[in-house]
């Protein structure tokens, strides 16, 4: 049998709801079908929202799911400095700038882009400037193009196993250009790493063989695909399950307290009414 090594990667931010429930629900059965592993690592680079009240709850509730994970729990937040070393690497090959635009979507780069909120393309303001032109608070940008460029003449490849886009997929440069674009790495000295590339570099960091995650993070698998190309690090194996929705077709957001799993504990339901309820 292959190895299988899974993980749930939660932002504490906020209450466990029934998407989450459902996408740690196929994480853990999956991994037990293949006798594999179920990891779990804390996403709390946003160290603003992310609080260690939502951490123990979302553990709390994982354990009353049955959902034991497996080896320590890696918190993103313990180890900021680990991800230089990376950063060294990529502002070594000449593909990153630094940018001082918009702190919002500097922040926004913290946490995984969700549905409804629409990931917005960088329109390059910044992109000419070198990195000895730095600035205290400027973030570092990804050169998109230069990281392409390199990659030109094999580009990389993931093979997905989620139903909707089952198959092997070669990444497509314009694609990655028009759709995702520039994305902020990091804010250096501020301890601030972002999402895409603190992901991918984790996945690596635990061993990842498969991620399973919503599918609202398909089209952004490229990114990490191409970090993890560039860092020469592994490639896992991607599956991208359905989200579960309100009775709207809205997806179920975080702060949505009415769904929250605790809330059903305290009601009286049971991890198998849990099950049900999202289809499993
Ligand atoms: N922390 C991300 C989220 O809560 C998970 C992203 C991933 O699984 O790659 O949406």
Redesign the pocket.
């Known amino acids: 049998m292959t190895e299988f090594i899974t993980r749930f990667?939660?932002?504490p931010t906020g209450p466990l709801h029934l998407g989450h429930a459902y996408s740690a629900m196929l994480c853990h059965d999956m991994a037990r079908a293949a006798q594999g592993q179920f990891r779990l690592r804390m996403?709390d680079t946003d160290l603003q929202r992310s609080k260690p009240e939502w951490d123990a709850l979302i553990r709390k509730d994982l354990i009353w799911l049955d959902l034991n994970w497996d080896g320590p729990v890696l918190r993103q937040s313990e180890q900021l400095t680990s991800y230089d070393t990376y950063l060294a690497q990529l502002e070594a090959r000449d593909l990153l700038y630094p940018c001082s635009c918009s702190r919002a979507d500097i922040r926004a780069a913290l946490?995984?882009p969700?549905e409804g909120h629409p990931h917005e393309v960088y329109p390059g303001t910044c992109k000419t400037r070198a990195m000895s032109d730095r600035k205290p608070g400027d973030a570092l940008r990804l050169h998109l193009n230069r990281a392409l460029a390199l990659q030109a003449n094999a580009l990389p490849t993931f093979h997905e196993t989620g139903v909707k886009h089952q198959g092997i997929h070669l990444i497509d440069p314009d694609q990655a250009v028009q759709k995702i674009g520039d994305v902020v790495l990091s804010r250096k000295g501020e301890d601030i790493i972002a999402?895409f590339l603190a992901?991918a570099i984790d996945d690596a960091a635990q061993g990842i063989t498969h991620?399973i995650?919503g599918e609202d993070?398909f089209d952004f698998t490229a990114i990490q695909v191409i970090l993890l190309t560039l860092l020469n690090l592994p490639v896992p194996t991607y599956h991208h399950h359905r989200l579960i929705r309100d009775e709207d077709g809205k997806r179920l957001a975080k702060r949505d307290d009415a769904r929250a799993i605790s809330t059903y504990r305290d009601d009286g339901k049971s991890p198998f009414d849990i099950r049900k309820m999202v289809g499993l």
């Open positions: 990667a939660p932002s996403e946490t995984a969700q999402y992901s991620v995650r993070l």
